[in-house]
């Protein structure tokens, strides 16, 4: 482990895989379903992965989608990225869409989603009358 690693503590039911780096490079780890899931264009459908994780306190679980079922297959996630809270220990769902033409197959095993861990940072507000002026301004939108 290098010194940016952490351990996040996992929980499996019957069938799951634990979540992998496919290279040294990877920046998420590879999520795979436990049970097939099939989705008729437009449907949308949470997968199950049958795990359960404790990420500590200060980071969050980045779920997101794959590139390579996006190109191939249209499949997407419907919230992108999820996010999975320090304090959550239900089961990762995927919410899967099929934003193709053909109905798409998912088999039990199949790599879905990946899960990038990321340091989170803890907001406060500071009410203003206003807000420094900046080049951009309200621009933005297209």
């Known amino acids: 482990m290098s010194g940016s ?14 979540p992998s780096y496919a290279t ?7 999520l795979r379903i ?6 008729a264009p437009g449907e949308r459908k949470m997968a199950r992965t049958g795990l359960r994780v404790a990420i500590p306190l200060g980071y969050e679980g980045q779920v997101r989608p794959r590139s390579g079922l996006a190109l191939k297959m ?8 999820g ?5 959550y220990r239900g089961e990762i769902g995927i919410i899967l869409i099929n934003l193709g033409h053909d109905v798409v197959q998912l088999n ?11 340091p989170v ?15 951009r301004g309200g621009g933005g939108f297209g």
């Open 83 to 87: 996010t999975i809270d320090s304090d």
């Open 74 to 81: 249209g499949i997407s996630m419907v919230n992108t990225p």
């Open 24 to 30: 040294d490079g990877s920046a998420g780890m590879d």
């Open 34 to 39: 436990i049970e097939s899931v099939s989705l």
């Open 121 to 135: 940072a803890r907001a406060s507000w500071q009410v203003m009358e206003s807000l420094d002026a900046t080049e």
């Open 108 to 118: 039990e095993g199949e790599r879905v989603a990946q899960l990038v861990v990321c």
């Open 5 to 18: 690693d952490i351990s996040i503590p996992i929980s499996l039911d019957e069938g799951a895989h634990l």
